[in-house]
């Protein structure tokens, strides 16, 4: 049984689209995450959501929006994308917010922008 | 804010080689710090971690010492195997009331290849 799963593996599009990814968990964890990988591995947070409520938000462009239907989903959708979106995009979640909850990770969608 | 630091790469050893990769972090008071490692194609996994000073973490034969006189948490193996060629990320989660907290700010990703 995966714990997180995301949707879809692969991702390829042309600039000017809008595209969403998806992102599952059966861990019955309350918090979930928004990663993003660049190509030079670099790991940043994007998004964070306790409850299906936006905790971190950080500096992302407004193109980006999370949508969290329920606690063991959480979605992201970006508009009108752009050749600098392309990256590897990692969901995680976590028991619970906090240094002492582990983050258990997706496989990562990889998204090229053409 | 909070920022890690690790060690250029990649790094290529042999079979049976000793491991070092390096970690430094900035952080106002005291963070959680963690070592995750990710196989090719895959996601990441939390390979250790260490929640206050001179505590130390351990996994599959990795070891890593949260040092806050430093502020490192070095990440070290007396002897790697070819399984072990991954991506190495050092992070951390600052403390309880702070802007960060349940957050990771990673570092840049250490490449290991080992080689038979």
């Known amino acids: 049984d995966t714990a997180v799963s995301q949707t879809p593996k692969y991702l390829v599009t042309q600039m000017g689209n809008d595209k969403s990814i998806k992102c599952e968990q059966n861990?019955?964890?309350?918090?979930m995450y928004w990663y993003k990988q660049d190509s030079k591995k670099f790991l940043k947070i994007m998004f964070s959501y306790n409850n299906k409520e936006l905790i971190i938000n950080e500096t992302v462009p407004n193109r980006f929006s999370p949508k969290s239907p329920d606690k063991a989903h959480l979605n992201l959708h970006i508009n009108s994308l752009e050749l600098g979106d392309s990256a590897v995009y990692f969901c995680?979640?976590?028991?619970?917010?906090?240094?002492?909850?582990?983050?258990?990770f997706g496989p990562g969608t990889r998204l090229t922008v053409t | 804010g909070n920022s890690v630091t690790q060690m250029e790469g990649p790094v290529t050893l042999s079979e049976e080689a000793f491991l070092t990769i390096n970690c430094t972090y900035t952080?106002?008071?005291?963070?959680?710090l963690f070592w995750y490692v990710q196989y090719p194609g895959e996601g990441l996994q939390l390979l250790l971690k260490a929640t206050k000073a001179d505590d130390k973490g351990s996994n599959k034969g990795f070891e890593a010492t949260y040092r806050k006189e430093t502020t490192s948490f070095h990440l070290e193996k007396g002897s790697v195997q070819v399984s072990d060629s991954a991506v190495y990320f050092c992070?951390?989660?600052?403390?309880?009331?702070?802007?960060?907290?349940?957050?990771?700010?990673f570092g840049q990703g250490t490449i290991l290849t080992v080689h038979p």
């Open positions: 861990l019955g964890h309350d918090t």
């Open positions: 995680a979640s976590s028991q619970a917010m906090g240094a002492l909850y582990e983050q258990y």
């Open positions: 992070a951390l989660s600052g403390d309880a009331g702070g802007t960060s907290y349940g957050k990771l700010t």
């Open positions: 952080a106002t008071g005291y963070p959680s």
